[in-house]
């Protein structure tokens, strides 16, 4: 199954980031979330965060990164803008999350 703390653990070496979305929108859907991911953000507003989640009183935002050759990808300006402005809002929650990495951060967000 995928989004499973044991694929995580065994990303291969073509891992990206849409193969990182995609284990946590598995696993939100797993945990019982409503997830959305625009899978074509190309009309969006630039920098908006890859998943909205909500589920029980909560509403989530979260910007799925990767670490690839030890590294972790870069949020754009855009993106930090959006975080920054999430993040005054009362009663949500903003998280960037590097994976495979911060698989353990991504349990803890949805369980």
């Known amino acids: 199954m995928r989004g499973t703390t044991a694929d995580i653990e065994k990303a291969p070496p073509g891992y990206q980031e849409k193969h990182a979305q995609r284990q946590v929108l598995d696993y939100a859907l797993l945990r019982h979330w409503l997830a959305y991911h625009d899978f ?14 909500c589920r029980e009183g909560r509403l989530v935002f979260m ?12 949020l754009r300006p855009e ?28 349990e803890r967000i949805l369980a």
């Open 63 to 74: 910007e799925v990164k990767i670490v690839k050759n030890g590294k972790r990808t870069r």
């Open 40 to 53: 074509d953000s190309r009309r969006n507003a630039r920098g908006f965060l890859d998943t909205v989640l």
């Open 79 to 106: 993106q930090k803008e959006w975080i920054a402005a999430l993040k005054t809002v009362p009663g949500i929650e903003v998280y960037v999350v590097y994976l495979p990495d911060d698989w353990h951060v991504v």
